[in-house]
């Protein structure tokens, strides 16, 4: 402003105090916008963070899962009752596997006089369809029946989640030795423990987990001495009442060391009995109980299990979807864009036909839903839950996404390039062709692409052209019953059991990647094509 | 196009040798042009000297570059224009409907104010034009075409080691004399220069100027210019424009020195405009 020499001579002639005053006030002005402006950038990385965060935590136990690895006995006489050793027969006999599973069980686990509620405590730690794929390896290979084989048996939700740490609060302590047992497992034990010191801790730890709040029921102790456990009835001092579980049925020896599992929730309120904690536990001591790789969540189509429920149908359903989709919006919207942008006169039709493409890409996506059923399925006739529909109806929900993103591109090709192209005499379509599209293929690329993640994540239109349906095969083509990992998502949420949950969160996690997939693929081919021109 | 650079070798000595009475290339008669309800350009008549340089100068908007325009049937694609009145080139009028626009600019090229190279290849820059028009055929012919297009707009010591190199690295002057080679590619007969030099520097200026002083010995060249030093350096005739009305035209050293018209000496001298 000015020179050292002459500085405070001068400054007072254009430097007044309202002029300061004002700079003052342009700067705080500045300041503060700029504040808003990363205020705003942090709530919105906050949300992202929190969002994934909520997802991943939640989903990260639906990717494993516990299974058990059982010596099988393959025997005939379930397996193959006829003997025919037919690949198909053996295939579709699940009800004979699980017989033997459930037989096999029994023999290990109950003792012959064992009741009907025992057994179907303990084959409910299976799901009924667990046998599935046991009875496709065994058709697959027919000469293993009548050997021992090793399966990884899928353990059922509830049990999965319990390994998880879900089902209840819970502790495990240990508390010293045993120093008498009397009783029997059938009338009930009274265990002696070695020190007053663990009888206490015992009773803070029961304290700690009694919780009014959920219910009214104490915290329930489930006791291990030695390898049998037990569940506490009552205490007094030292001395601890216990009714039998599983386990060895000898009573507890002497200075055999005692565990305590303490559960906040009583077995009438929780999922997993506290028979079944038992047998798990055993198992896990045993080393039989191993966490897998989930696969059969990308392996496996929708079941009603949702240990056995895999994306599988809604992946491949969600792609055929979407490759109907591509097909109808991308060209239509990009020979629509070109042809207004380009090659239209214009007059007052074509600015209606405009006003009226910006207006549809506002509609509610359910009334196009409302459409497809109308159009589609009730005057074409064409089938319901089937991807050519869903197809069709998502393409007519983004067509006017790419028409304007593809109009916009095409506007953004500098004139120049379509006048150089006139004047060496080539012609409107050539110019169009040769020059103004490969232009625009970047922007159109881009729009076309964010309008099929659009239509990726759509679910409302498509509950109402019946792809809600319940779908257990992959489908084999855009005619066949379909849903899509949307609908699956909407549908995973909304089952009972509490094993849905992470399910839910795996599948969000599958359709954030295909999203984040198709976002690459238009970055990737934005990049060529911007190396190229 | 055969026919045209036979045409070309046939009366090139002698275009040296008679340049100042060189027969007529475009005759334009009662022009009239409509933007809308606007009229942009009020009854021009005008005939452009074969094999030589004639500038358009005038004020901003006076109607200069739509009326060059006309000559190559640019103002077709703005949908609003309406051109009235006969143009004939070599006979012809081409604003009959039986004559296809994309059929004239083959063959009367078109150098725009802002150097506006296709985002292509040098090589495919000046290819595009003789590819679309088959003027080549196969590579080796192709190759030629490309060469002595370069040649012929002074670009070819410049670029012949990098022809793969996209036309936009180029400095703002080769680009401008890249256009130009685009459009002899084509062998045009007639090119029209809407201010070329507008966007460039006093150097890149003075070899744009240079070069259309060569081109003259071939083509007939129509300068729109807002610089009369300019005018006055590489026309042979110039025509003055104001208010969508030609005031003056003739021979350049005339109007330069002894303009007929007030308003010309006024624009001239640098009164107004």
Same mark, same amino acid.
């Given at each position: 402003?000015?020179?050292?020499?002459?500085?405070?001579?001068?400054?007072?002639?254009? %430097?007044?105090?309202?002029?300061?005053?004002?700079?003052?006030?342009?700067?705080?002005?500045?300041?503060?916008?700029?504040?808003?402006?990363?205020?705003?950038?942090?709530?919105?990385?906050?949300?992202?963070?929190?969002?994934?965060?909520?997802?991943?935590?939640?989903?990260?136990?639906?990717?494993?899962?516990? %299974?058990?690895?059982?010596?099988?006995?393959?025997?005939?006489?379930?397996?193959?009752?006829?003997?025919?050793?037919?690949?198909?027969?053996?295939?579709?006999?699940?009800?004979?596997?699980?017989?033997?599973?459930?037989?096999?069980?029994?023999?290990?686990?109950?003792?012959?006089?064992?009741?009907?509620?025992?057994?179907?405590?303990?084959?409910?730690?299976?799901?009924?369809?667990?046998?599935?794929?046991?009875?496709?390896?065994?058709?697959?290979?027919?000469?293993?029946?009548?050997?021992?084989?090793?399966?990884?048996?899928?353990?059922?939700?509830?049990?999965?989640?319990?390994?998880?740490?879900?089902?209840?609060?819970?502790?495990?302590?240990?508390?010293?030795?045993?120093?008498?047992?009397?009783?029997?497992?059938?009338?009930?034990?009274?265990?002696?423990?070695?020190?007053?010191?663990?009888?206490?801790?015992?009773?803070?730890?029961?304290?700690?987990?009694?919780?009014?709040?959920?219910?009214?029921?104490?915290?329930?102790?489930?006791?291990?001495?030695?390898?049998?456990?037990?569940?506490?009835?009552?205490?007094?001092?030292?001395?601890?009442?216990?009714?039998?579980?599983?386990?060895?049925?000898?009573?507890?020896?002497?200075?055999?060391?005692?565990?305590?599992?303490?559960?906040?929730?009583?077995?009438?309120?929780?999922? %997993?009995?506290? +028979?079944?904690?038992?047998?798990?536990?055993?198992?896990?001591?045993?080393?039989?109980?191993?966490?897998?790789?989930?696969?059969?969540?990308?392996?496996?189509?929708?079941?009603?299990?949702?240990?056995?429920?895999?994306?599988?149908?809604?992946?491949?359903?969600?792609?055929?979807?979407?490759?109907?989709?591509?097909?109808?919006?991308?060209?239509?919207?990009?020979?629509?864009?070109?042809?207004?942008?380009?090659?239209?006169?214009?007059?007052?039709?074509?600015?209606?036909?405009?006003?009226?493409?910006?207006?549809?890409?506002?509609?509610?996506?359910?009334?196009?839903?409302?459409?497809?059923?109308?159009?589609?399925?009730?005057?074409?006739?064409?089938?319901?839950?089937?991807?050519?529909?869903?197809?069709?109806?998502?393409?007519?929900?983004?067509?006017?996404?790419?028409?304007?993103?593809?109009?916009?591109?095409?506007?953004?090709?500098?004139?120049?390039? +379509?006048?150089?192209?006139?004047?060496?005499?080539?012609?409107?379509?050539?110019?169009?062709?040769?020059?103004?599209?490969?232009?625009?293929?970047?922007?159109?690329?881009?729009?076309?692409?964010?309008?099929?993640?659009?239509?990726?994540?759509?679910?409302?239109?498509?509950?109402?052209?019946?792809?809600?349906?319940?779908?257990?095969?992959?489908?084999?083509?855009?005619?066949?019953?379909?849903?899509?990992?949307?609908?699956?998502?909407?549908?995973?949420?909304?089952?009972?059991? +509490?094993?849905?949950?992470?399910?839910?969160?795996?599948?969000?996690?599958?359709?954030?990647?295909?999203?984040?997939?198709?976002?690459?693929?238009?970055?990737?081919?934005?990049?060529?094509?911007?190396?190229?021109? | 196009?055969?026919?045209?650079?036979?045409?070309?070798?046939?009366?090139?000595?002698?275009?040296?040798?008679?340049?100042?009475?060189?027969?007529?290339?475009?005759?334009?008669?009662?022009?009239?042009?409509?933007?809308?309800?606007?009229?942009?350009?009020?009854?021009?008549?005008?005939?452009?000297?074969?094999?030589?340089?004639?500038?358009?100068?005038?004020?901003?908007?006076?109607?200069?570059?739509?009326?060059?325009?006309?000559?190559?049937?640019?103002?077709?694609?703005?949908?609003?224009?309406?051109?009235?009145?006969?143009?004939?080139?070599?006979?012809?009028?081409?604003?009959?409907?039986?004559?296809?626009?994309?059929?004239?600019?083959?063959?009367?090229?078109?150098?725009?104010?802002?150097?506006?190279?296709?985002?292509?290849?040098?090589?495919?820059?000046?290819?595009?034009?003789?590819?679309?028009?088959?003027?080549?055929?196969?590579?080796?012919?192709?190759?030629?075409?490309?060469?002595?297009?370069?040649?012929?707009?002074?670009?070819?010591?410049?670029?012949?080691?990098?022809?793969?190199?996209?036309?936009?690295?180029?400095?703002?002057?080769?680009?401008?004399? $890249?256009?130009?080679?685009?459009?002899?590619?084509?062998?045009?007969?007639?090119?029209?220069?809407?201010?070329?030099?507008?966007?460039?520097?006093?150097?890149?200026?003075?070899?744009?100027?240079?070069?259309?002083?060569?081109?003259?010995?071939?083509?007939?060249?129509?300068?729109?210019?807002?610089?009369?030093?300019?005018?006055?350096?590489?026309?042979?005739?110039?025509?003055?424009?104001?208010?969508?009305? $030609?005031?003056?035209?003739?021979?350049?050293?005339?109007?330069?020195?002894?303009?007929?018209?007030?308003?010309?000496?006024?624009?001239?001298?640098?009164?107004?405009?």
């Amino acid at each position: 402003m000015s020179s050292p020499t002459e500085g405070t001579a001068n400054t007072g002639s254009f %430097v007044t105090e309202e002029a300061l005053q004002r700079l003052k006030k342009r700067h705080g002005a500045e300041a503060r916008f700029k504040l808003y402006g990363q205020l705003a950038i942090g709530i919105a990385i906050v949300a992202l963070v929190a969002l994934l965060v909520s997802i991943f935590g939640q989903a990260s136990s639906a990717f494993s899962r516990y %299974v058990l690895s059982y010596d099988l006995n393959i025997e005939a006489s379930y397996v193959d009752p006829d003997g025919t050793r037919d690949p198909e027969a053996i295939a579709r006999n699940v009800s004979g596997f699980n017989l033997m599973l459930q037989d096999q069980l029994a023999d290990e686990f109950l003792s012959d006089d064992a009741n009907r509620n025992l057994r179907r405590e303990l084959y409910g730690m299976f799901t009924r369809l667990a046998v599935l794929p046991i009875a496709r390896a065994t058709a697959d290979a027919p000469e293993t029946i009548g050997s021992e084989q090793i399966f990884n048996v899928a353990l059922a939700d509830d049990i999965d989640l319990f390994l998880k740490g879900g089902v209840s609060a819970r502790k495990s302590i240990e508390i010293g030795t045993v120093a008498a047992g009397d009783g029997s497992t059938e009338d009930g034990v009274t265990l002696t423990l070695a020190s007053q010191d663990a009888a206490e801790k015992l009773g803070a730890a029961l304290t700690e987990l009694t919780r009014t709040d959920v219910d009214d029921a104490p915290a329930v102790a489930l006791i291990k001495a030695g390898n049998t456990w037990y569940r506490m009835e009552a205490s007094e001092g030292r001395n601890l009442s216990l009714t039998y579980l599983a386990g060895p049925r000898a009573l507890p020896s002497e200075g055999a060391a005692i565990e305590a599992l303490i559960l906040a929730q009583s077995q009438e309120n929780r999922t %997993v009995t506290d +028979r079944q904690i038992a047998w798990t536990k055993i198992l896990q001591t045993q080393g039989r109980i191993k966490s897998v790789l989930n696969t059969s969540l990308f392996t496996n189509s929708d079941s009603t299990y949702p240990e056995l429920a895999g994306t599988a149908a809604a992946i491949v359903g969600s792609l055929l979807t979407m490759l109907v989709t591509a097909l109808l919006a991308i060209p239509v919207g990009i020979f629509a864009a070109v042809y207004l942008e380009e090659f239209a006169p214009k007059n007052r039709l074509t600015s209606l036909i405009e006003v009226n493409i910006n207006n549809l890409a506002a509609v509610p996506s359910i009334v196009f839903g409302l459409l497809g059923a109308a159009v589609f399925i009730n005057f074409m006739g064409l089938p319901r839950s089937v991807p050519l529909v869903g197809g069709l109806v998502l393409g007519l929900l983004v067509l006017p996404t790419v028409i304007i993103a593809s109009r916009a591109a095409l506007t953004a090709v500098p004139p120049s390039i +379509r006048t150089a192209a006139l004047g060496v005499g080539a012609s409107k379509t050539q110019s169009v062709f040769h020059h103004v599209l490969p232009l625009a293929a970047p922007g159109i690329m881009t729009g076309a692409i964010i309008g099929m993640a659009r239509a990726l994540g759509e679910t409302a239109p498509l509950l109402l052209i019946g792809m809600v349906a319940f779908v257990a095969e992959v489908p084999d083509g855009p005619m066949d019953e379909s849903t899509v990992l949307p609908v699956l998502i909407y549908k995973w949420s909304t089952g009972a059991e +509490r094993a849905w949950e992470p399910q839910t969160a795996a599948a969000i996690i599958v359709l954030l990647v295909f999203l984040i997939l198709m976002n690459l693929i238009a970055i990737i081919l934005r990049r060529r094509f911007e190396r190229r021109w | 196009m055969d026919g045209n650079m036979e045409h070309f070798t046939q009366t090139k000595s002698s275009a040296r040798a008679d340049a100042a009475s060189a027969p007529i290339k475009v005759d334009c008669q009662n022009i009239d042009v409509y933007y809308g309800d606007k009229q942009a350009i009020e009854d021009i008549s005008l005939q452009i000297e074969d094999r030589s340089v004639t500038a358009f100068i005038g004020p901003s908007g006076c109607g200069k570059s739509t009326f060059l325009r006309c000559m190559n049937r640019m103002n077709d694609t703005i949908e609003s224009a309406k051109v009235t009145g006969k143009i004939f080139m070599d006979g012809a009028n081409i604003n009959d409907p039986s004559i296809d626009p994309v059929l004239l600019r083959s063959r009367v090229g078109m150098v725009f104010q802002k150097p506006n190279p296709f985002p292509k290849s040098i090589y495919d820059n000046i290819a595009y034009g003789p590819r679309i028009h088959g003027l080549a055929s196969g590579k080796a012919e192709m190759d030629e075409v490309v060469e002595n297009s370069l040649r012929k707009a002074g670009l070819w010591e410049e670029v012949k080691d990098r022809l793969p190199a996209p036309g936009t690295s180029l400095s703002g002057g080769q680009q401008q004399r $890249l256009c130009i080679a685009r459009a002899i590619a084509v062998s045009p007969e007639v090119i029209l220069m809407d201010e070329p030099c507008s966007a460039l520097d006093p150097i890149a200026t003075a070899k744009i100027e240079e070069l259309i002083d060569e081109l003259r010995e071939r083509y007939c060249i129509v300068i729109v210019t807002h610089s009369m030093q300019q005018a006055a350096r590489v026309s042979q005739k110039t025509a003055f424009f104001h208010l969508g009305k $030609l005031i003056e035209y003739g021979d350049t050293e005339r109007i330069f020195t002894n303009p007929e018209h007030g308003r010309t000496q006024d624009y001239i001298t640098g009164r107004f405009g």
